[in-house]
């Protein structure tokens, strides 16, 4: 965590080593969103995460405890009040469009343009990575080969299952070979079999791909079943991180449920039913 | 991995970055247009029926002395509708705007390397297109209807200019609306709220020698009054030249100002999304 310098200021540039073994690393992260009157909700409280290159890592936590937040900020799509984070060594905040090449993200909600087909979409997104038209045709048909899409490759994307836009999502994330892949909230709303297929699709993208994945899941199974390892976080802040066996085996806990009780002080289940205002 | 080779795109050279990527978000709009051309005609048909309607319904207006227009009252009425249609037609984009926030596009968009002027150029550029080719069709039914433009391919070239001014300067306007309230009720409230009044207070319906002194000053003042001028003007016989650059030149301003002030409040928005 060393290389990540500067506690307070948001704007520290400096010194972001690219020889860590860290893909990503997040320190002191604070967010405040205004909410009603002068108040200002505070989405992260100094948030602090290091992610092993070539590894799972997932953001666990109920609605609202500043995943989708920590998300945004390691994306470029917010900038934190206080504090710093880094991608490959790239600097986030200061560098946002060195990180956007080396990062892919698949949000929560799908973003494929509905009324383009799925190979159109792919094409796009391979244009505004700068790739050649010819290049951009191939890596679509590439992708749409390995997502089972080529059949559906030439239909618009608004006839999809929730699956196979989810698989699309995933496909678009992938078009210019990120070394880092965010995914927020992968499997919500898709049925068990595609859940299923989607864990298989994640696990092979760290050991086949070799790419750092981050997803951010309020499944506790699939982060136990996926991840290297975790981060449990609660009211903005990192509780208790590490592989879920040992989080587990120090606890002597039976499950990441009885860790997050114990590091959050109440059930998950419970906390998972307290929706905050934390962003958008 | 397969060895796809990714040119990296260098700081040094971003203006073939905003070109190309303009270039590609630009044919995603168009692409989309193109696959419902019926949204177009859509847009078209409530100004039409004010075409039809007033056309028919004042025509005998034009025989007023002193109203000292060369023509029908249609072909009157036609570069009022034009500027109606630019408009009704755009203050949607902010619509559309709203849309891709809710889902997830644009956000996708933002992620990426693609330049942020470009995915409003590319809103600019679709506006353009398709309020010239509503234009040109209210052009083609005020003609089977009767009216005649002295002006020729000349004039008509100059009010699809105009009324892609005015289209713009909208479009722009709906857009800011749009990611500064983020709720689609208050796009249609403001943009609703302007529409008659920009309308009535020009001369659009009537010559402004007609009007009461405190109208004819509002709408010497009226950027939509402008656009009715210069169409009318350049459609005329005799088009005053001088009169047509001031105004076209007032509201290109106008429409740079606007798409400079969107593209600002869309950079702001995107560091904090």
Redesign the interface.
Known sequence: MQSVSGGTTPRSASSVGTTSASAIEARGLVKTYPASGKTRVRALDGLTLSVRRGSIFALVGPNGAGKTTTV?IL?????PDEGAAAIEGIDVIAAP?RA??V?G?V??????????TGR?NLI??G??????TK?AK??AD?LLDRFQLTEAGGRFVRTYSGGMQRRLDVA?GLV??PRVLFLDEPTTGLDPESRAAMWDEITGLATG?EVTVLLTTHYLDEADKLAGSLAIVDKGRVVAEGEPDRLKNELGAESLDEVYLHYAGRRYSDATRVTEVAGR | ??A??????T?LAPAS?VL??TW??T??KL??LA??PMVLAMGVIQPVIWLFLFGEMFHKIIDIPGFGFQGSYLAYLIPGIVAMNAMSGNMWAGMAMIEEI????L????????SRLAIMNASVVEQAVSTTIQTLIIVLLGYAGGARYPGGALGIVILVIASVEVGVLWGALSNMTGMLVQVREAIIGVYTFFMLPLMFLSSAFIQPGFLPGWMQAIASRNPLNWEVQIGRSALSADPDWAAIALRAGGLLALAVIAVAISVTTFRKY????
């Open positions: 945004k994306t470029t799509l917010a900038t469009g956007r090449r990062i993200v949000g929560q909600r799908s973003g494929a343009d509905q009324a383009a159109e796009l997104q244009h505004l990575y700068g790739l050649p290049a191939a890596r590439e678009l210019h070979k791909d | 991995m397969t796809i080779d990714y040119p990296a795109r700081p970055g190309s990527d590609y978000l044919g995603r692409r989309a696959r419902q809710d889902r997830g596009t956000n996708r968009f933002l992620v990426t390397p693609a995107a560091r904090n999304v």
